[in-house]
C-alpha cells in the first residue's frame, strides 16, 4: 500500500511537465501543465473536427431533486447527478439546453469539470465549453467539447443572458480521459 502511495506522489511530481508533438512538422513541444495540453486539444478540435449542427433542446419532464446531498436531475427516467458548482453553469442542463440524450448513453451519469473555454470564444454569438461524463459502469471519464450559439449576443453578453436564448450548435465525440 506504501509503494502505490510513493508511486502517486513520484507521478504527481514528475506529470507537471507535459510534451506533445505537434501536427506540423512532428517537432516537440513542452506545456507548462496538463490544462495548457488540454486547451491545445480542445483549439485543434475545433480547428480539424467542428462541424454545426442544431441539437435540439431536452422536451421531456425534467424534475430536479434538492432533496438529497447532490444535485440530482431527472430527464424522464434518465438519473444525472450535476457536480457543477456554479448555479449558471448547470442552468446547462437543469434548462434542458444540453439534451443528455445526445452524449454517451446510459441510465445514469455524473457530471463535472465545467468549464467555459474562454480563449476559444472569437465572438459574441459562439461559446465554448469542457466537461466530464462518469458514466455508470465505466471506469474512466469521457470529456466533451460543446459549443452553444446565441444568434443575438455579443461579446458584452453576459452569461446567464446569453444562455436563455442558447442552443447547442456542435457537440464533440467523446474522449477518454486517462
Known sequence: ??????????IAFCGCKTV????????????????EYENLLAEQHFNQDYEVRQYQ???????KDSLSGHN??????????????????????????????????SQSMQLCCFKELTHLNKNGTK?????????EGMANPLEYLIELTNGTATSQTTL??????????????PRVII
Open 1 to 10: 500500500m506504501k509503494a502505490a502511495y510513493l508511486f502517486l506522489i513520484v
Open 20 to 35: 506533445g508533438r505537434s501536427a506540423v512538422g512532428g517537432e516537440e513541444r513542452t506545456y507548462a501543465n496538463q490544462g
Open 57 to 63: 433542446k431536452f422536451n421531456g419532464n425534467i424534475v
Open 72 to 105: 440530482i436531475v431527472y430527464f424522464d427516467s434518465l438519473r444525472v447527478i450535476l457536480n457543477i458548482e456554479d448555479e449558471v453553469y448547470r442552468g446547462v442542463f437543469t434548462e434542458g439546453i444540453l439534451n443528455p440524450r445526445h452524449l454517451y448513453y
Open 127 to 135: 461559446r465554448r465549453f469542457r466537461f466530464w461524463v462518469f458514466e
Open 160 to 173: 446567464s443572458e446569453f444562455l436563455n436564448k442558447a442552443v447547442v450548435t456542435h457537440i464533440s465525440e
